[in-house]
């Protein structure tokens, strides 16, 4: 259940780092946000360049050594804003977990009242880009039902 301090964003539509950015941000500040369809978040760039640079990223580490990577279009939004995050030192580590971040809309938050960030919003953008859900399943997400 979503408490009353809890700020609910959409993510559909948004450009990944600055969506990043700001809720890294807010994080610090201390509020407690929770992101909803992280899936249909956006990284600029094209098709085959984006997705190659999954790939290659998937082959840094040694198998069965770590480290792992998040194939999943939540943690995949989950980690990049962990990488805006003074995660080390304690304040960092306190922000990271006042973040919950959902693929979908859950059933306990329907009802509930999303808002979006519009200086992020994906239609400014002047390139090609592509959502976190078809990077996350050219790198071997299959999402429950298929």
């Not at 950015?21 to 807010?26: C, F, H, L, M, Q």
């Not at 980690?79 to 995660?87: C, E, N, S, V, W």
Request: glycine residues 10%.
């Amino acid at each position: 259940m979503m408490a009353e301090d809890e700020i609910l964003i959409d993510a559909s539509g948004l450009v990944l780092g600055r969506l990043a950015s700001i809720v890294a941000k807010r994080l610090l500040n201390g509020e407690k946000i929770i992101i909803v369809n992280a899936e249909k978040a956006v990284i600029s760039g094209k098709r085959k360049s984006v997705i190659g640079e999954a790939k290659d990223f998937l082959q840094v580490g040694y198998p069965g050594m770590g480290p792992y990577h998040a194939r999943r279009p939540n943690e995949i939004v989950r980690r990049t804003i962990r990488g805006m995050l003074p995660r080390k030192k304690n304040k960092g580590q306190q922000a990271y977990k006042r973040l919950r971040v959902h693929t979908g809309f859950p059933e306990e938050l329907a009802g509930k009242k999303a808002e979006t960030i519009p200086e992020v919003d994906a239609g400014r953008l002047r390139c090609p880009y592509i959502k976190v859900s078809d990077i996350a399943r050219s790198i071997g997400w299959k999402p429950i039902g298929e």
